[in-house]
Structure formats: C-alpha cells, structure tokens
C-alpha cells in the first residue's frame, strides 16, 4: 500500500485543517456480504483517519467499494471486521440515488428534514426558499419528484441534505447526472457550504477531475477486495476551477494511478 | 484529458431542431370538460346498452314465461317506482347505517391490528399468515356460528361484516409497511428519524397506497357479507335491503327482486367508485398509475 503521494505537497495548507483530533476514523475495516454469487469481500482491510473540517475525496472504478464504505461510515450497516468511530458526531448523507419521499412534494422533503433537525416550524419557509436558492431550483418547490429530471431531484437531494445540522457530511455521486454547468455551480456551492459550516467531507465520485477540484485529499481504491490503494494530496489554492492547469495536472496523475500505471 | 464530462456541453454544433407540436392525450387538443365526462363514462354507458340488448334477447327468446323473467322495461319501471316509495327509503337507510358501522369498526380494528402487527416482528410472524387465512375464509360460513353467539340481531350480522372487512384492511396496510423501499428507510434514517418518526414521518406515508387498496377490498367483502347477513339473519321489525331480496322471492316477484339487486349493484359499485378515486389521486400524485 502506498500512502502518501507523488503529487507536489504543501503549496496550500488545507483551509481549517484542524489536525489535534480525527472525525472520523477506521482501523482495519473489512466488509463481507453474502450474496446469490457467494461471498463478496467489498471492503479488505481500510485503515483511515480523516480530520475535522477536511474534505476528502475518495475514486474509484465501479464496484470498488466506495458505497459501501460511505454506509459503514453513515452506521447504516455494520463492518463485518474492524471498528469505526466519528466520535459522536452527527453524519448526513447524500446518496447515489436521489430518494426523494415520493408523496412530498420538493418543500415537504426539504421541510421534513428540517423537522428532523428540530428546526421550529415557522423558519421552515424561508430556510427552503434560501435552501432552493442554493441548488439553483427556485421555482421547483411545489413540484412533486416524479415531476422533475434527474439532475433536479439530485439537487433537491442536495438540498434536503444540507437542511440537516449535521457536522459530517458524506457524499455518494451526487452530481454525476448534472450537465457540465450545473455541476461547476454545485461544486461551487459545495465548497461554499464546506466552508461556511466547516463541514467535514467524504465525497464519493469516479470523475478523476471533480476529486482534484473538490478535494484536500484524493484517496484512490482498487476492487477486488475493495482497498485504498493510494492517496494524492492535492496542495491548490482555492476557489478552484475544473479548467484550472493545477487541477489538469493532479487529475492525471490520479488517472495514471487508477489505471495502474503508476510511473508516466 | 481525464475528465470525460467536460467536453459534452461545450463545442458540439446542435443538430438541427425538429419541431414537435404538443397536444392533449391520445394527440388531440386539451379536451373541454364537457367532452371529458363524455369521454369517461361512455365506457360503462356502454356496458349498460349490451347488458340490456342481451336480456332483452333473451326475454324475447322465450326461454322462460315472462312472469319468471321479465323484460327490461318492465322491471326498470318497477324500480323507479319502488325509489319513490317511502319504505324503500327505510330499507336502504338499514341497510347503509348497517354498512356504515361494519365497515367503519372493521376500517379502526384492521388499521390498528394492521399497525401493530408489522411493528413487532415476533406478531408479524405469529399472526400474519393467520389474517390471510381470514381473508380466504367464505364469510357466509361465519354466519351459523354468528348467530349461535349473538343471535338473530344486528350483533350476528356486524360481527360477519367485520370479520370480512377487517383482514383485508390489516392485510393492506401491512402489505404496504412492508414493501416500503429500503433506500426510503435508510434515507429517513440519515435524515434523523427514529421509531415512531421514522414510522409517522416515512413508513405510514409510503404504506398509503396499499393501504387504500385494502380498503377498497375490504368494502368489497363487508358488502358480500352484509347482504349474506340480511338475507340469513332476518330481523322482523326490520326492513332492509336483504329482507325485501326474500320478501320479493317469496311472492315470487321477479321485477321486484331485480329491482332490489339492481340497486344493491348500483350501492356497491357507487362506493367503490369513491374509494377508487381517493386511490387513484394518491398514486397520481406520486407518479404512479392507477390500479384497474
Ligand atoms: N447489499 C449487497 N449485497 C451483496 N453485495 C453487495 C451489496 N452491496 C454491495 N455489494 C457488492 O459490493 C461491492 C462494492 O459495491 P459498492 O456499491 O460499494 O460499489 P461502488 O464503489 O459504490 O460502485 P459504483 O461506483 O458503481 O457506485 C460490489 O461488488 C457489489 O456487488
Ligand atoms: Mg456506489
């Protein structure tokens, strides 16, 4: 296994990166399921610690894993092996699918999760105005989600997750269905919210330029069991852009690792 | 490049746009409301016209003496004037208040047995195969035991009203409690909701359509077992709709007795109309289609 990295380091210190204690941390996590096809080993072995208020971002192939993983963190199943703490603190979670409540209308989801929260009612109104706002829907509110486009109830998904207080935020693939504009917006948005609220976050994706635009750390899995093979610190200043030449140049470095050729 | 997304919205030359001209369903224009309801009911409309040419067919066949079975005519005539009369009236009301108190006990005992059936595992496994035996259970052979137990009295026919309703209203809602996505759960979990949020907040919600589709059932079956009771537990101070079936085979009134079954079809279909309305509109608004 190779941690740490190849990449330039320190250009940047991480934003807010607080170092004196881990948010989340795993110790040799494993994970089995038993399926029609026999046992699959999804996760082998992933020893993590991820920092208060950094943002990491973890790429992968397909089946690699990383859902899996974002559930163990979520406590949504259990590791077959290993231990996992987030020291009590609060995790949110933005899955692949947008599972919206398909008898609610887009404020009623957003409104439900605020509830949840144990936000008083009568500032229900404004915070999803304000929530919409963010996700650049605001005139969807009273549509109902079989009413919407995939990329729309993405980002009412987005939006209902963030109306959560929480202080861990986890990631699946959220903008992998938006247009090219749409998702800089979010990513924006994101980075934004990140900061703001100093979130700390795990953010799943295979699209090795949006982890070198989001991410402080970059971590790569390989399938088969699911590991995390490597890690690139990506060291640039923010905001940043997909077009910026930083980010071309730590994306194919992780495009390189990714399909095995390490060396260029 | 690595990135594979970034190029699709940028550069590409649009294909020329063809023009798509948007109407009303079945590719005419919105449709009036008038033309609407025209629309709607001429299918049943339909339905009634064979129904009358084939008995009509039938009566002019000669198959049987027209006092055993009467032409359309004539027992369309007997029922217009048997609405008009002051005892008709008294039966149906019976009858409806009779419905109305079965099906509503049936409609608060399922929904709770329902409920706190698919919310211990242990009573799912213990009485979730006893309700559908209920429900395949003949209600009319309650009856015997029924009245043994009540006597003749509206008691005996409640009781089987109930017992036929009731399972198949706990069978809907547990049939939906139990076929709430999983990826709903685990969302409304990450969201922060546990026991009873979790169940009022995403579990009954979602559970709502098989839960009408269970009522609708279950007025099916308290209206079986309602007219299987008056016909068998005959109170005599009592007109109702099940008494004027018997009193009109006793005098071997056959225009009076179709008269009767005419409008307990009619009762039934009416009802299940309502219900499969409310239904429908609860599975519009989620995106769903409509059931039959
Ligand atoms: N509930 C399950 N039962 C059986 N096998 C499962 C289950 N969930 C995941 N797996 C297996 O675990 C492996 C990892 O799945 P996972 O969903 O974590 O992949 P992923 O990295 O998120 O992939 P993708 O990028 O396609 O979403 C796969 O081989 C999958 O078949
Ligand atoms: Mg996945």
């Known amino acids: ?264 | 490049m690595s990135d594979i997304d970034a190029g699709r919205l940028v550069g590409k030359a649009a294909a020329p746009t063809r023009r798509i001209r948007f109407t009303g369903p079945e590719g005419r224009p919105a449709a009036s409301l008038g033309s609407r309801i025209v629309r709607r009911s001429w299918p049943p409309l339909l339905a009634v016209i064979i129904t009358l040419l084939l008995w009509e067919v039938v009566y002019l066949s000669g198959w049987r003496p027209s006092y055993v079975l009467p032409d359309p005519a004539t027992v369309l005539q007997r029922t217009g004037e048997m609405v008009a009369s002051g005892k008709f009236w008294q039966a149906l009301g019976t009858t409806m208040f009779r419905a109305a108190a079965g099906f509503g006990l049936a409609l608060g005992i399922g929904t709770l047995i329902g409920l706190v059936v698919s919310f211990s595992r242990t009573l799912r496994a213990a009485i979730g195969s006893m309700i559908t035996g209920l429900q395949t259970m003949p209600s009319i052979a309650w009856f015997p035991f029924a009245i043994l137990l009540f006597g003749l009295s509206e008691s005996a026919i409640l009781f089987v009203v109930i017992l036929g309703a009731a399972p198949s209203i706990a069978n809907g809602i547990i049939s939906g409690i139990d076929d709430v996505p999983k990826a709903l759960i685990r969302t409304a979990t990450v969201l922060g909701a546990r026991g009873l949020s979790l169940y009022r907040y995403v579990v009954v919600p979602a559970a709502l359509p098989a839960y009408l589709s269970g009522l609708k059932q279950g007025w099916a079956f308290a209206w079986r077992s309602l007219m299987a009771g008056e016909l068998l537990v005959i109170i005599a101070s009592k007109p109702s709709l099940g008494v004027q079936l018997q009193f009109h085979r006793e005098f071997a009134d056959t225009a009076g007795l179709m008269s009767v079954m005419i409008i307990i079809l009619v009762l039934g279909m009416l009802i299940d109309g309502v219900l499969s309305r409310v239904s429908n509109g609860v599975r519009a608004r989620r995106g769903m289609g409509p059931v039959s």
């Open chain 1, 1 to 264: 296994m190779r941690l740490g990295t190849a990449g330039p380091r320190g250009r940047m210190p991480a934003p807010h990166a607080t170092t004196e204690r881990a948010a989340i941390s795993l110790r040799g996590v494993g994970k089995d399921f038993r399926g029609a096809a026999g046992e699959t080993v999804a996760l082998d072995s992933v020893d993590l610690d991820i920092d208060a208020g950094d943002f990491v971002c973890l790429l992968g192939q397909s089946g690699c894993g990383k859902s899996t993983l974002l559930n163990l963190i979520a406590g949504l199943d259990s590791p077959s092996r290993g231990s996992i703490d987030v020291g009590g603190r609060r995790v949110g979670m933005m899955f692949q699918d947008a599972n919206l409540f398909p008898w609610l209308t887009v404020r009623g989801n957003i409104e439900l999760a605020l509830r949840l929260s144990g936000v008083p009612a009568r500032e229900f109104g404004p915070r999803v105005d304000e929530l919409l706002e963010t996700v650049r829907l605001p005139r969807a509110a009273s549509m109902r989600p079989h009413e919407l486009s995939g990329g729309m109830r993405q980002r009412v998904a987005l939006a209902r997750t963030l109306a959560q207080d929480c202080s861990i935020l986890l990631m699946d693939e959220p903008f992998a269905a938006l247009d090219a504009i749409t998702r800089d917006a979010m990513h924006d948005e994101t980075e934004r919210i990140w900061l703001e609220r100093e979130l700390t976050i795990v953010f799943v994706t295979h699209n090795v330029r949006e982890s070198a635009r989001l991410g402080n750390r970059v971590l790569v899995m390989t399938p088969d069991p699911g590991r995390i093979d490597s890690e690139l610190r990506i060291g640039l200043q923010r905001p940043r852009r997909m077009e910026d030449p930083g980010v071309a140049d730590r994306a194919a470095d992780l495009h390189r690792r990714l399909s095995g050729r390490n060396e260029p």
